[in-house]
Nanobody, 127 residues
Framework: HLVESGGGSVQAGGSLRLSCVAS????????MGWFREIEGNARKGVAA??????TTYADFLTGRFSISKDNSNTLTLQMNDLKPEDIGMYYC????????????????????????WGQGSQVTVYS
């Protein structure tokens, strides 16, 4: 129900864009967000946009990423000034619960916690 595209390999300081198309049951009452795999099966919130339009970003981003969602339920993460520490597998997620608090808390999120996940997009940054 969530299909991701984008990602890839870029030199440090460059930009990438991740996209996630939602279909089949993820309506306007869903919050959507991006999570990065940290270890094992655990993921950490990067950015989220809740059903009320409120956006939340992880503190470590320092304004480098921007999340948006259009009327066709396509979620986008614009990643600028990429750094080696941004390397990882990024997953799009959607759920009826607000995802902003998960991002703000900075804790671990496991796949079973949220209703829908994308297939993952690899981001590699080289210096």
């Amino acid at each position: 129900h969530l299909v991701e595209s984008g990602g890839g390999s870029v030199q440090a300081g460059g930009s990438l864009r991740l996209s996630c198309v939602a279909s089949g049951g993820t309506g306007s009452d869903y919050s959507m967000g991006w999570f990065r795999e940290i270890e094992g099966n655990a993921r950490k919130g990067v950015a989220a946009i809740d059903s009320d339009g409120r956006t939340t970003y992880a503190d470590f981003l320092t304004g480098r990423f921007s999340i948006s969602k259009d009327n066709s339920n396509t979620l986008t993460l614009q990643m600028n000034d990429l750094k080696p520490e941004d390397i990882g597998m990024y997953y799009c997620a959607a759920d009826r619960i607000a995802l902003g608090p998960l991002v703000r808390a900075g804790g671990r999120t496991y796949p079973a916690l949220l209703e829908y996940w994308g297939q993952g997009s690899q981001v590699t940054v080289y210096s």
